[in-house]
């Protein structure tokens, strides 16, 4: 039987991700929330590692775009995710930690069935760092960094640099909860959580169904 290890920043998106989980029958699924944030992530999901050696680790979640294909309720399949909020001085690009490649890829055989499972989704690049953009500045300079980043959360990077360690095969999916393109970034985020969140996390039930 098949184990993925599940995590997620928040108690909001752990009560959606656990009822999907109990329909799982087929698999064993350990859910844990982190907290928000990159230590929070990676601390998680090396304990979850260590503890149960899943099969494969999903980092759930919500995260926000700048990309103006994309809108609220929107699923992201990450093909590969990258810091963007790291620099280690010379010898390393902005948003490489030192030692490390700049971008951790998403294992693809779990993208691809990802991608299968949601055939509207899209599938790109996810960045991560310890903070939420409510700014035009902000998001000029993560679209200086990466121009086709398609969402950005706050754990995804952590998660996946953790499962890089390990050796153990990572995937992240995303949905979208806020748009960068009026200003109002926040204000989505909170319709999102009041109005959409469970209609957009379901799915995620069809990703567990296809890995």
Known sequence: MKSVAITCAMDKELTLVRDLALKQADKRIFCRKSGIGKVNAALTADSLIREHRPDIVLSIGCAGTFQPGLKECDAVVAERVAYHDVWCGEGNVPGQV???????????????????????????????????????????????MYPDALAVDMEGAAVAQVCHLHGIPFLAVKIISDTHLDGKQAQHYEGFWQDMAGKSFAAVEKVLEAL
Do not use: M, N, T, Y
């Open 98 to 144: 030192d030692g490390f490649p700049l971008f951790f890829e998403c294992e693809k055989s779990l993208v691809d069935a990802a991608c299968a499972a949601l055939p509207e989704a899209h599938r790109g690049l996810l960045i991560s760092g310890d903070q939420f953009f409510i700014s035009e500045e902000e998001d000029l300079r993560q679209k200086g």
